[in-house]
């Protein structure tokens, strides 16, 4: 899902939590793809958070790991897209947190069966489409966006390092031979 950029964001480390939600109805499939689920994808989101200079507090991100249902009526009811997608991300917008709170960043929802058919088109395990979709949602909750081509390059390039610390390729390889 896209964002805006909000200034105030604009390079600060932000250190936090991240609360993994597997939905009951998908986690079977979810687990069974991608051995020891809720670590890995709490490390993903970390790592993606790291990419920010320091700035006082913690906050905390959600990742729910949902199936194409859910992320279907959430994509329509809040993209008014009526089908599935991979990810969405919903920032806060609000990023000043009372004293000792940690700063909610926002939720992300991923859905089980779109990522397991692009895996397999594109030729990558779930887990590696996972971990990439992981940070490029808390990319998209710390502000950054793919608009505009400058953009576009700055985002890629952070989510290709991100995701080169857990050996995973360039997920956009492909897009850019084809270019």
């Known amino acids: 899902m896209k964002t805006r950029r ?3 964001m604009r390079g600060r480390r932000v250190a936090g939590r ?3 939600i597997v939905d009951p109805a998908t986690a ?3 687990k069974r793809a991608v051995p020891d689920l809720e670590a890995q994808v709490g490390a993903a989101a970390r790592a993606a958070l790291r990419t920010m200079r ?3 507090g913690r ?3 959600t990742v729910r790991l949902s199936g194409d249902r859910d992320v279907r009526r959430l994509n329509r009811d809040f993209r008014g897209k009526d089908k599935p997608t991979n990810v969405l991300s919903f920032p806060s917008g609000d990023h000043v947190a009372p004293r000792g709170a940690a700063l909610m960043l926002g939720d992300i929802v991923i859905a089980y ?3 397991a058919r692009e895996a397999a088109a594109q030729g990558k395990s779930i887990r590696d489409h996972l971990l ?3 940070i490029h949602g808390v990319l998209h909750l710390l502000g950054h966006d ?3 081509p400058a953009e576009a390059r700055r985002m890629e390039k952070l989510e290709t390092d991100l995701v080169a610390g857990f050996g995973i390729a360039d997920p956009y390889v492909l897009e850019r031979r084809s270019a």
């Open 6 to 8: 909000n200034s105030r």
């Open 18 to 20: 991240v609360v993994v």
């Open 28 to 30: 079977a499939a979810w």
């Open 54 to 56: 320091p700035r006082r």
């Open 59 to 61: 906050s905390e991100i």
């Open 113 to 115: 069966g779109t990522v």
């Open 132 to 134: 990439h979709l992981v």
């Open 146 to 148: 793919h608009q505009r």
